[in-house]
C-alpha cells in the first residue's frame, strides 16, 4: 500500500471485494477454488475498468495465483469461462491495461509473515494451498518479479523505475 502514497494513484485491497461466501470459506481453512474466485476477478476487473475509463491510475493488491485470473483482470469476459459484466461503449469486451508486479518468496519467509499478519480471514494455514495454485507469471505477460527479501523502499523504486516515474 506504499506505492499507492508514493504514486498518488488509487489502491484497492482485493480481499476486501471477497464476498462473504469466500471469507467464510477460507476462514473455515477451505481453499476457494475457480468459481470461487473468478466473480471476484470478474468484479475486480469490472472496478479497474471502471477507473481506468475515467483517467484514473489504480493500485491492486491482489494474489491473482493462476495466468487465467490475470487474464480476467485484464480482459474480463474473454480471460474467464464465466461473464463479467462490463463491456466497452461499443459492446466490445474493454481490456485494462496491467502490470503484474510479482512479489516472490519463499514458502518459509512468506509463513513467518502470515503468522504475524492479525485480523485477517485467511488462516495461515491455506499457504501450501496457494503455493500448490500458483502458476509463476511468465512472457508474453506484462510483469516484473521482485524478491520480498528486498526492503519495501527497494522494491518501490523498482517498481517505479519500470514505470518509468522518479
Known sequence: SMLFLKLGWKFYDADDYHPEENRMKMGKGIPLNDQDRIPWLCNLHDILLR???SGQHVVLACSALK????????RGKDGAPLKCDQMGKDKQPAEVKLLVVYLSGSF?????????????????????????TLEPPSAPENFI??????????????VMETLKIT
Open 108 to 132: 518459509d519467509v512468506i509463513s513467518r509473515r502470515l503468522v504475524k499478519r492479525k485480523g485477517h480471514f485467511m488462516p495461515p494455514e491455506l499457504l501450501q494451498s496457494q503455493f500448490d
Open 67 to 74: 495466468k487465467v485470473y490475470r487474464d480476467i483482470l485484464i
Open 145 to 158: 518479479q521482485i524478491n520480498v527479501d528486498k526492503s519495501l523502499s527497494e522494491i518501490i523504486a523498482t
Open 51 to 53: 477507473d481506468v475509463a
